[in-house]
Structure formats: structure tokens, C-alpha cells
């Protein structure tokens, strides 16, 4: 039997799983990720390149994943609000 979800959200392959699983514990939301250190630290996590198009693709992949329904939202640092 089909679950009714599952016209809604497929399965991830492996890879963007692992990106989010990656993304997620870098605790930066991903429009400021390409600012920070944090992008190498997640391509490094990936097992990636840390060449630029490295980072170029794998920021992209996340904004596809976020436009996607698929990228949790994560919030600005507490210590970063004043």
C-alpha cells in the first residue's frame, strides 16, 4: 500500500541527507553561510574539495534543497542579536 505521503515529500538520496545532516550542525542559517568560515567547515564535513566551485555547489544544492520544502529553517545566533 502506498503511504499518503509520499506523493509530498520523496526520499532524499543519501547525499543531500548527509549535506542537511552536515548543514544542520552547523547551526548558520544558509544565507549567511557563505560569509562564514562555515562553508569550508561543511564542505571539509562532506569530504568535498575545498576548492571554490566546492562550496559554489554545495551552497546551491542547499538553496535548491530549501526551495525544495526540504532544508530545515535554522535562526541567527542568540549571541549575534543585541
Same mark, same amino acid.
Given at each position: *500500500?502506498?503511504?499518503?505521503?509520499?506523493?509530498?515529500?520523496? &526520499? !532524499?538520496?543519501? @547525499?543531500? @541527507? =548527509?549535506?542537511?545532516?552536515?548543514?544542520? =550542525? *552547523? &547551526?548558520?542559517?544558509? /544565507? /549567511?553561510?557563505?560569509?562564514?568560515? =562555515?562553508?569550508?567547515?561543511?564542505?571539509? &564535513?562532506? /569530504?568535498?574539495? @575545498?576548492?571554490?566551485?566546492?562550496?559554489?555547489?554545495?551552497?546551491?544544492? +542547499?538553496?535548491? !534543497? #530549501?526551495?525544495? $520544502? &526540504? +532544508?530545515? #529553517? !535554522? *535562526? @541567527?545566533?542568540?549571541?549575534?542579536? $543585541?
Amino acid at each position: *500500500m502506498i503511504d499518503s505521503n509520499d506523493w509530498q515529500f520523496p &526520499r !532524499l538520496d543519501p @547525499e543531500d @541527507e =548527509a549535506l542537511i545532516d552536515a548543514y544542520k =550542525a *552547523m &547551526r548558520v542559517p544558509v /544565507d /549567511d553561510l557563505p560569509h562564514t568560515p =562555515a562553508i569550508t567547515e561543511l564542505v571539509k &564535513r562532506l /569530504d568535498k574539495p @575545498e576548492t571554490d566551485q566546492s562550496k559554489h555547489l554545495v551552497f546551491k544544492r +542547499l538553496l535548491r !534543497l #530549501r526551495k525544495m $520544502g &526540504r +532544508l530545515p #529553517r !535554522l *535562526m @541567527e545566533s542568540s549571541s549575534s542579536s $543585541g
